[in-house]
């Protein structure tokens, strides 16, 4: 499990803090880092299946003002009284996390910000932000102006003393109608949208502080190991080299057979839902794109992809490149830039992806590949949920091993002209 990146470190004082505190942690009643994120982990596939959202507050403390052996089970303890039974305390990134299951960004905020004022109260120099998974719909990456790792900010703002209650109400639903008139526990308090975001308004006390809380996309993303990137490089260098004449020979006839552009450039979904463009011998007419909506009904694979075994658009060159695959051989291009592994996840259109659902894309977690388990096991003739799952279980199981089976396997339909797509 991989987090985002929260920018330079502070060199060996940043260091020396989070280790202070986390030998301190050790004496207090808290889950251990492998224990916490196998609570994340779990609460993900919950979240999935029930289409909920959850948080995490990230809770870090100053090594100067850390009290001595044993307070922090004071601390723990206060925070427990604040916080739901179906909350989890755990170490987080060498300090202090807090599970919310079922919370979205605008209550975890105020959770956030109790937590905050618990620890001043206690003596501790406390600061927090927050992780959330997934994004809302309408705070994706791509709507951020200014913001590259898709955070965006929940105000808490300062309202009349006397409109009480919003601080000590939990992190429970809000009102279905999203007015603000009442939180889920019948407590009255303002409520506006900021980037399509609920943020709720605090009431004014004497430890509270009104501002903004910064919100990071937790992210599942498994980095790429060493030697998959090392065995990318050297096999996409060692195929444009020793394929090159498949390469020119198939641009050749590609230009001769029709009109049009002899590399077909699409949008796909990778890694962590980043788009890019991948590269494909062009095997259909021009203005293809445009005519699949036509031709949907007659798809053969279920779910949102698109498959069509004998696709009226194919060009006579393009029917054999597909069953050849070497119609996919300019992907080696998408391998040395980085966008796409030699075996992984085939990258689907990204009107596809997104319209995957939670528990699917759970695929996005690792790099794509020009091949996978799908493709040399049977391709459209598997139902969409069965490759999902073989997906998943690639995801799970991804290994020097499992590569090279997929690989030897792609050989094979290869030689044999059985391509799939």
């Known amino acids: 499990m991989n987090f985002p990146a929260r920018g330079p470190r502070a060199g060996w004082s940043r260091r020396l803090r989070r280790r202070a505190f986390k030998l301190a942690l050790v004496r207090a009643d808290v889950l251990s880092t492998e224990a916490f994120l196998a609570a994340i982990a779990k609460e993900r596939c919950r979240a999935e299946r029930r289409d909920l959202t959850f948080c995490i507050v990230r809770m870090e403390f100053a090594a100067s003002r850390v009290p001595p052996a044993g307070s922090p089970s004071n601390l723990t303890d206060a925070f427990r009284q604040r916080l739901r039974i179906t909350d989890e305390i755990g170490e987080f990134e060498s300090a202090m996390g807090v599970l919310l299951p079922e919370t979205p960004p605008s209550q975890a905020a105020v959770v956030a910000n109790d937590l905050v004022d618990i620890a001043r109260r206690l003596g501790y120099d406390a600061t927090s932000d927050i992780y959330v998974w997934p994004l809302p719909d309408d705070v994706s990456p791509a709507n951020q102006s200014g913001e590259h790792d898709g955070s965006f900010l929940v105000s808490i703002e ?180 980085g966008e796409m592994s030699l075996v992984g996840p085939r990258p689907l259109p990204a009107d596809e992806s997104l319209d995957c659902t939670r528990w699917q894309r759970r695929r996005l977690d690792v790099q794509p590949g020009m091949t996978c388990f799908w493709q040399v096991t049977g391709g459209r003739e598997i139902p969409f949920d069965e490759w999902m799952r073989m997906d998943l279980r690639y995801v799970r199981r991804h290994g020097p091993v499992t590569d090279a089976v997929v690989l030897v396997k792609t050989l094979i339909v290869t030689l044999m002209h059985r391509g799939s797509v």
């Open 158 to 337: 300062a309202i009349a003393p006397g409109d009480n209650g919003a601080a000590a109400s939990g992190n429970g639903s809000q009102n279905a109608n999203g007015d603000g008139s009442s939180d889920g526990n019948g407590n009255g308090h303002a409520v506006r949208q900021e980037h399509g975001v609920a943020v709720t308004s605090l009431p004014k006390t004497e430890s509270s502080s009104s501002g903004s809380v910064r919100v990071r996309p937790l992210s599942f993303s498994l980095p790429v190991p060493w030697w998959k990137r090392g065995i990318d490089l050297m096999g996409a260098f060692a195929g444009l080299i020793v394929l090159s004449p498949i390469l020119g020979f198939a641009a050749l006839a590609t230009r001769l057979s029709s009109s049009g552009p002899v590399v077909f450039r699409q949008w796909r979904e990778g890694k962590d839902g980043r788009l890019f463009r991948i590269y494909k011998f062009r095997t259909m007419r021009v203005g293809a794109e445009a005519e699949q909506g036509s031709l949907r009904q007659w798809s053969e694979q279920d779910g949102p992809a698109f498959k069509i075994k004998d696709d009226p658009r194919l060009t006579l060159v393009g029917k054999y490149l597909r069953r050849t695959c070497v119609d996919e051989l300019p992907q080696l291009f998408n391998v040395l830039k």
